[in-house]
């Protein structure tokens, strides 16, 4: 595994914990898309078939699928159960049809091979390009975030950016090139720059998280 990849890996498991430390210290779910994190259930289930078939790639790679799996499942009872009145889904009105549907289309359409498993995977990596919408939209309702909020999808944003030098990395060093997760993994990277030209200048300066009236 390269550098890249392992510290795409880290910023994605940062986003993660830095998510769950907002809802667990706050005790609210507030500002957060329950829509997202759906998104994400179905991304790593899809994406993570293998788990279920028997095949063995390594440890590390096992720990982090479980991982990802388990933990965006734990966040959704939290905003479900535990902290379901701190919700409003009022403002969490994204329609998921319009983001599944078109990548379930894309998967089918552009793919490996044309057997359950690879389709699947190549669903869940076009779904994740576009999962921080429901997020985004919230952002752009309320237009403004908790700091703790807005350091969450930087982490995803980095997570997600970190990816582009890998694929550089991996084609240079290994000859190898994805054009799907190469695609997907650009439009999902050009989606945070607004959310990123925010942030470094006003998040990181100590001013809070709001977008241009």
Same mark, same amino acid.
């Given at each position: 595994m390269n550098i890249f990849r392992l510290l795409g890996d880290l910023a994605h498991l940062a986003s993660i914990f830095i998510l769950l430390h907002k809802i667990q210290t706050s005790r609210s779910c507030r500002g957060i898309s329950f829509k997202t994190q759906a998104i994400y259930v179905i991304v790593f289930v899809s994406r993570y078939l293998d788990l279920f078939t028997g095949v063995w790639i390594s440890f590390y790679n096992t720990v982090m699928k479980l991982?990802?799996?388990?933990?965006?499942?734990?966040?959704?009872?939290?905003?479900?159960?535990?902290?379901?009145?701190?919700?409003?889904?009022?403002?969490?009105?994204?329609?998921?049809?319009?983001? $599944?549907?078109?990548? %379930? +289309?894309?998967?089918? *359409?552009?793919?490996y091979a044309f057997v359950f498993t690879e389709i699947m995977w190549s669903f869940s990596i076009f779904l994740e390009a576009v999962a921080i919408f429901p997020q985004l939209f919230i952002l752009q309702r309320t237009g403004e975030a908790e700091s703790i909020t807005t350091h969450y999808l930087a982490a995803l944003g980095i997570y997600r950016g970190l990816y582009i030098p890998n694929w550089i990395y991996r084609y240079y060093t290994e000859h190898s090139f994805d054009p799907?997760? $190469?695609?997907?993994? %650009? +439009?999902?990277?050009? *989606?945070?720059a607004d959310f990123f030209y925010v942030y470094f200048t006003k998040v990181l300066q100590g001013k809070r998280f709001e977008l241009p009236a």
């Open positions: 991982f990802f799996i388990g933990s965006s499942c734990y966040i959704l009872y939290l905003m479900r159960v535990q902290f379901r009145p701190t919700y409003d889904p009022s403002l969490d009105t994204f329609r998921l049809e319009y983001l $599944v549907g078109p990548s %379930l +289309v894309l998967g089918l *359409l552009f793919n799907i997760a $190469v695609f997907a993994g %650009l +439009v999902q990277t050009a *989606l945070y």
